[in-house]
């Protein structure tokens, strides 16, 4: 079990599809290394000192990171089999979809190969971050989802390790999420284009995936605020718009959910444009003293939390319908009311 | 198909083998263990004559062989040249012959030495087209019954060059032989000798089959019922692979029960669907061949356990049980077919499409597609010559196949003229086409709970899932 773990750990790095493989931290050190030196004027030296800048690797919040990594894949262990694949979803809305007896136009035979793959490598990439988009944002807004969310927040320090920083009921919600893209993804194109359908890779990673990986995403959970120019910071989240997602000033709260893309955040009026990171406190700002960090805040209490939000929603929803109902006898017994006295003022 | 339904139907088989195994091996506790069909001993009452072996099914050996000659023939058209003569010669292995004919198919082959070189030395006087299904073939242009159909193929793959008809992409040895194998063999066995002839008043048990004959009415029936299926009278103590090679003549070890160096056909070779069960079989995933020969051979048990009077009425729902057994699984034989063909048409299709695309020549996919296509529509319409009235499924496979294979000019067989020549109309188009091939693989699971599942185009589905990646991760941002 140890050493699978011990495996599992080390393999992320090995592992293109992860977003922590040895070559995407390698480009982002060297792209944290250039915006330092020629954006910050820093020395070589200096700029090494700050990317490993002890006081944040080294920090509990980071330990904690690392921890958590470790508990989740004891859950995931358990809980992974239990989940719906992609597999299963493609396959039932495929097996759908070709009962429905819909006359196939030729469109599949018209259209050449390479469009094909080049439209299933977008379709995916742009459904998959409009549904991360749409995913993280109900994480914020509703609260049951935020006990959970908050686990991720509570990084006061970033590091691409971060990223693992998860409740595992979360975990749950981003399995699901991810399923039913590819599952939708898969199943309507090669319901369309038959094998034609592939997935245009790079080291066996969608392409699109990769570019963004080796451009710097893990700079994303970093020290290293890299701002974009401003008409870009409309189309790509930069590190220091995420950054910004992640502290705890109140004008901050509930922006830049985005991913990769920026634009879902333009359009549904989240954006924020970045601030230097180095003026942001991170975290949640918790007025208890507890310890962000403990098993029980990163475990336990999200749990109790996320159970006590969910168990108001049958007290809301009543709530609710009783003052629909109310308001409507209310009504319904002044126009009764109104018509008596008319009645009586007619017999006069 | 999903894996859970693929698990599911793979644990049903299995108990259905088990079960069976276990029924039987309570039923006959008595003592009696066969590992090979035969030979039984003469049970019938009253016989004083010198044999001691009740078995036999050399007629339906004959039949076996007169199929693969025949299906030999039909890629011996020159195109035209040779048109009438071959027709003849077809038609004497399809109609029977006066003659004792040569045994074109399975001859010798280095390393594999058959023993009967005619006909007449396995069984003489037998045809194909007496006993083939005699109803209405809807799957098949013409409105036609099974022995019309065949002698109509015949007629066409004579004027052909080596059996492919290019203008309507019929591969006729294949359309034939699989058709054939389903109209005659599975037909004769499902729909007779494990049918009518399991009844009480029918070949009874305590009669000879015929008048002078050492058999027994049932002990004959069942005989024949095995015959038709095809099976090595040993073949149960082989591997799939083994029973699959001898059918290839591979294996020339494993045929040659006798030692004798040479391959007996009545009782050492596997013809037609038993072949095709070994194959599904060499898989792992299903074990038809040897669930069919054991319920053939315990059957057989039971009949002997008889010792030549009138079968009880629990003995007779002991053999009707295992007839069930057989038929049903015969049944999933021919569906595991058409499944694995509609695979292999999908898949010739994409393949036609990239060459279209690429302006390469289609000649040799196009040819390839009509075998497989053949074979697929073989399979099909023998599916529909069982016991079972497959009803609205035998309607969905027929619209799904077609009359004829989507062509390269995007036309397509929708009938047939009085005169007998194929009409063509404006195709449907290749992707639809292909389509229809992903919904027949759907339809064998769904109603014929298919286990082995060769070629399942859905595997794409699932390789591209694979290539996508995990779903289940956690990283979160």
Redesign the interface.
């Known amino acids: 079990m140890y050493y699978e773990l011990l495996e599992n750990f080390w393999g992320n790095f090995l592992d293109p ?3 922590i493989f040895a070559g995407y931290l390698l480009s982002a050190i060297l792209i944290a290394f250039l915006w330092l030196v020629f954006r910050r004027n820093l020395s070589g030296r200096e700029a090494v000192v700050k990317i490993f800048d002890r006081t944040v690797l080294f920090s509990r919040s980071s330990f904690a990171d690392i921890k958590v990594f470790f508990i ?1 894949r004891v859950f ?1 262990f358990f809980i ?1 089999p239990l ?1 719906i ?4 979803i ?3 809305i ?2 759908l979809l ?2 429905l007896e819909w ?7 018209i259209v ?2 390479p469009l094909v793959i080049a439209s299933f490598t977008m379709f ?1 990439f742009i459904l998959d971050d409009l549904t ?1 988009y749409i995913v ?1 944002r109900w994480m914020h807004k509703l609260p049951f989802l935020w006990a959970l969310h908050k686990v ?1 927040h509570s990084a006061q320090h970033l590091t691409p390790m ?5 409740h ?1 009921l ?2 749950v919600v ?2 699901m999420r ?2 039913f893209v ?1 599952g939708v ?3 309507v194109f ?2 369309i284009f ?6 245009a ?1 790079i080291l ?3 392409i699109f995936v990769f570019i963004f990986n080796a451009l710097g995403s893990n700079l ?1 959970h970093s020290h290293i605020g890299i701002r974009y120019w401003n008409w870009l910071e409309y189309i790509l989240i930069s590190p220091a718009q ?1 950054h910004l997602h992640h502290s705890v000033a109140s004008e901050h709260y509930d922006k830049n959910f985005g ?1 990769t893309l920026a634009i879902w955040d333009w359009i549904f009026g989240s954006l924020h444009h970045s601030v230097e990171s180095e003026t942001l406190s991170l975290g949640v700002d918790d007025k208890s003293d507890r310890d962000p960090n403990s098993l029980s805040d990163l475990y336990i209490k999200p749990l109790a939390t996320c159970f006590r939000e969910l168990v108001k929603y049958p007290i809301v929803i009543t709530n609710y319908f009783a003052r629909k109902l109310s308001k409507f006898r209310s009504c319904a017994l002044d126009d009764s009311v109104s018509i008596e006295t008319t009645n009586q003022s007619t017999r006069h | ?4 339904s693929s698990i599911r139907s793979l644990v049903c088989a299995k108990l259905a083998l088990l079960s069976s195994v276990t029924f039987i091996s309570t039923a006959h506790a008595e003592g009696h263990a066969a590992a090979t069909y035969g030979p039984f001993p003469v049970t019938l009452k009253g016989y004083d004559g010198s044999k001691t072996n009740s078995v036999s099914y050399t007629g339906q050996i004959a039949r076996h062989v007169l199929h693969d000659s025949l299906k030999k023939l039909a890629g011996k058209g020159d195109g035209g040249g040779n048109a009438a003569s071959l027709e003849a010669e077809m038609m004497a292995y399809f109609g029977g012959s006066d003659k004792n004919k040569a045994i074109i198919a399975p001859a010798d082959k280095d390393g594999f030495e058959i023993k009967q070189e005619t006909l007449n030395e396995i069984s003489s006087g037998k045809n194909l087209s007496g006993k083939t299904y005699k109803g209405v073939i809807n799957g098949w242009p013409g409105m036609m019954t099974g022995p019309e159909v065949i002698a109509s193929m015949i007629k066409h793959a004579a004027q052909t060059d080596g059996g492919f008809d290019p203008n309507t992409g019929y591969n006729y040895p294949q359309l034939i032989s699989k058709f054939t194998m389903g109209a005659v063999s599975y037909n004769q066995a499902v729909n007779n000798y494990l049918a009518g002839k399991l009844e009480a008043d029918s070949k009874p048990n305590s009669k000879p089959y015929k008048d002078g004959k050492h058999y027994t009415g049932k002990e004959h029936s069942w005989d024949e019922a095995f015959g038709y299926w095809g099976a090595a009278a040993h073949s149960l103590g082989l591997t799939a692979k083994q029973n699959y090679d001898i059918a290839k003549m591979k294996d020339v070890a494993a045929a040659d029960a006798n030692g004798d160096g040479m391959v007996d056909l009545k009782s050492e070779y596997n013809f037609g669907h038993a072949y095709y069960a070994s194959a599904f079989d060499k898989s792992g995933k299903t074990d038809y061949f040897n669930t069919i020969t054991q319920a053939f051979i315990d059957g057989r048990m039971v009949i002997t356990d008889a010792a030549g009077e009138n079968l009880t009425d629990a003995a007779r729902s002991e053999l009707k049980a295992l007839a069930a057994v057989i038929g049903e699984n015969w049944e999933k034989v021919i569906a595991e077919a058409v499944f694995k063909y509609a695979g292999s048409v ?2 010739d299709i ?1 393949a036609l ?2 060459e279209m ?1 690429s302006g390469a020549d289609t000649s040799k996919t196009f040819a390839k597609y009509g075998k497989h296509w053949g074979e697929l529509k073989g399979f099909a319409l023998a599916l529909q010559t069982g016991k079972r009235n497959l009803g609205e499924t035998a309607v969905r496979l027929n619209r799904l196949t077609g009359f004829g294979p989507v062509l390269m000019n995007a036309s397509q067989v929708t009938g047939m003229d009085p005169d007998g020549h194929y009409t063509k109309d404006e195709a449907i ?4 086409y ?2 229809h091939m ?2 027949i693989q ?1 339809l064998m699971v769904k109603e014929f709970k298919v286990v082995a599942q060769v070629n399942d ?2 595997e ?3 390789a ?2 694979d ?11």
Do not use: C
């Not at chain 2, 198909?1 to 859970?4: A, G």
């Not at chain 2, 188009?429 to 639809?432: L, N």
């Open positions: 599809k992860k977003r989740n995931t992974s989940l694949t992609q597999l299963v493609a396959t039932a495929f097996n070709i009962s006359s196939v136009s030729n469109f599949g035979d050449p190969t995916v991360k993280h991720h971060t990223i693992f920083r998860t595992p979360e975990g981003f399995s991810s399923a590819q993804s898969i199943s090669f319901y038959g094998n034609k359908v592939d997935l890779t066996g990673v969608n994303r995420h991913a | 198909m999903t894996k859970n999908y898949k994409g499409k990239s695309d188009s290749w992707g639809e292909q389509m992903l919904k759907k185009q859905l794409n589905l699932s591209l899932a290539k996508l990646g995990d779903s289940n991760s956690a990283e979160n941002d």
